[in-house]
């Protein structure tokens, strides 16, 4: 059985940052993906970035250049830096751990971007 337990959440200004991290619990893989999405208000749950154990990582087109995610295998947690936020990143951001047998989530975290 996979956890996963976000925080870093929150409000923050047009321009600001905010840093989410996801710790994960149970049996973890080093061959597990990590990421992060996340879901609008009346909009589907988007990519925003994965990250392999290796260290290769995927964006969406919205977030590169502003987003980082990185990844402390001996602590089995993943971050997601934003850097530049706009209000458009408003969303509730999900932890998401990826592998063969299963796809596991965390419970959420709001990021609130005002304008």
């Known amino acids: 059985q996979v956890q996963l337990v976000e925080s870093g959440g929150g409000l923050v200004q047009a321009g600001g940052s905010l840093r989410l991290s996801c710790a994960a619990s149970g049996i973890i893989f080093s061959s597990d993906t990590m990421g992060w999405y996340r879901q609008a208000p009346g909009k589907q749950r988007e990519l925003v970035a994965t990250?392999?154990?290796?260290?290769?990582?995927t964006y969406a087109d919205s977030v590169k250049g502003r987003f980082t995610i990185s990844r402390d295998n001996a602590k089995n947690t993943v971050y997601l830096q934003m850097d530049s936020l706009k209000p458009e990143d408003t969303a509730v951001y999900y932890c998401?751990?990826?592998?063969?047998?299963?796809?596991?989530w965390g419970q959420g975290t709001q990021v609130t971007v005002s304008s």
């Open positions: 998401n751990l990826k592998r063969l047998t299963g796809n596991y």
């Open positions: 990250i392999l154990t290796g260290g290769s990582t």
